[in-house]
């Protein structure tokens, strides 16, 4: 098996691409029509992969999302990842974060048993907490860093003083990520809100890829994050997407609607690239 | 269904416990005879609640280890929970933490989905990713705040600024938990590691009821967490173990011995509790 970061790197470069769908399976968005089958789940998810395989770097399915459905939902998980092609790569988004022997049944859960190629992780309880999924070296661990959500501020952002210097935690975190990033293949989770936190967290981590969520029904401002996110090889960005190409259209046209999204996200995000490697050229 | 405060304080009363017993299945670790069966986990987490379900407060089931079994482990699950009587709280560890409409749904997995009674939650994306739970306003939502895991002051000790006021981060996340319980059933997770962080979030949090890991197999210290974790009325802590009961034999005896195990711990709680009481009364 491809380690995450060359499986990660042959779909960019494969699919043109730095869209990473989302899978959010929840059943008031989805299609009526799909809804009325016995196998929704399945049939969804796998539509939305058969429609949008050769257009992404990545699939992102949202575990909370299964688990709010119960059993059906773990059985409708197992399909989801059985449909995704071999050489795209999987994100399991679980946002886990506990001690060590439950950490290690957290990566056994993941890795192992759902077979992610990267999962997120939270970083409160600090680095103990993660290495059992950093011993998974050839997967990929992404750290949330700074989230998309009005709340994000209320801790990420408080100043705290480390050998005397004041920085905002998420600041402090991406140091430690980069750390961590010796022994792994780390990412962080920036959500794309703010242009001055991209350029922080990039300054301090330039060669990490980031996770960008709050782009499409979040509104995070596309542009920011593609100009200030992007690193000197004019990739390291997994712009995440889910409501606004999954559930593009509730008609019949629902692979069709969810396809010109993910093309049009996709397209979009490589102007802005070619922009900008235009921009630096003329500049240099 | 009754509150989850009330519930707790009704187990409390009825038991003479602040033992919480977590229910943490790792093949390894469940004795051989066990272990050979096919229906080994509903058999195995059955026989310890059947054998502990008058010497505790609670249980804790912890999602890590049922998520590590795969499809098997979500059975066992239901079969764990539906094990449980209902006049004792269920506390889902699940220590989730994700923004608005994934929050929620971690919150319909957990609360309706799976019917817990209380679920433990990371407090790294701040309210709005709590606020999902908070809704539901009878069950309880333990704050993970200070950790037992050796890495855990690289984040939450951090001395952070708030109006011109320098503490550790995890003393923000307790006065969060303080304003955040006016609306629903809060709690704190504290672990048994340091007597001053127990002391500062006590005076911070004086009504809050603290899980408090990091007791048994993990080293933590009793007697401090009694001494200085207790509420003014005498309890609002939940004692937590899990290997040190439900694995305290790999034999034939297994159900006595996690019997023993139970009754041991919540005997030496509740004779610090008297000793205690005495002191204070003597002292008054």
């Known amino acids: 098996m491809a380690g995450f970061a060359d499986k990660l790197a042959a779909a960019v470069t494969r699919n043109q691409s730095l869209v990473c769908v989302g899978l ?30 050769d257009l992404v770097c990545a699939y992102k399915p949202n575990l909370a999302f299964y688990e709010a459905l119960g059993a059906d939902g773990w059985a409708g998980l197992r399909a989801s990842l059985a449909a995704i092609p071999s050489d795209v790569p999987v994100l ?4 886990r974060g506990d001690i060590g022997s439950t950490a290690q049944a957290y990566a056994t859960a993941l890795f192992d048993e759902l077979g992610a190629d990267a999962v ?21 661990v ?5 989230t998309s959500n009005p709340g994000a501020a ?5 100043l705290c003083e480390v050998h005397g210097e004041r920085r ?13 990033s010796k022994q792994a293949s780390v990412g962080l989770v920036v959500g794309a809100t703010h242009p001055e936190v991209f ?10 890829p980031f996770l960008v969520p709050g782009v499409g029904a979040q509104g995070g401002d596309l542009a920011m994050a593609v100009n200030e996110g992007l690193d000197r090889r004019g990739a390291g960005l997994l ?17 069709a609607a969810a396809r010109e999204a993910a093309r049009g996200l996709r397209d979009c995000i490589n102007g802005l690239r070619e922009a900008k490697a235009h921009g630096a050229a003329s500049l240099s």
């Open 24 to 53: 959010d399976p929840d059943p008031p968005q989805v299609p009526a029509s799909v809804r009325a089958r016995g196998d929704w789940l399945a049939h969804f998810t796998a539509g939305i992969v058969e429609a949008t395989a």
């Open 92 to 95: 399991l988004d679980a946002k």
């Open 120 to 140: 997120t992780v939270s970083p409160y309880l600090g680095f103990d907490a993660l290495e059992p999924f950093l011993a998974y070296r050839e997967r990929g």
């Open 142 to 146: 992404f750290v949330l860093c700074k």
């Open 154 to 158: 209320e801790f990420q952002d408080l």
């Open 168 to 180: 905002p935690l998420y600041e402090h975190v991406a140091r430690a990520a980069v750390r961590w």
């Open 199 to 208: 350029r922080a967290v990039r300054a301090v981590a330039p060669d990490l």
């Open 239 to 255: 712009v995440a997407s889910s409501r606004a190409i999954i559930y593009a259209s509730g008609g019949e046209d629902w692979q």
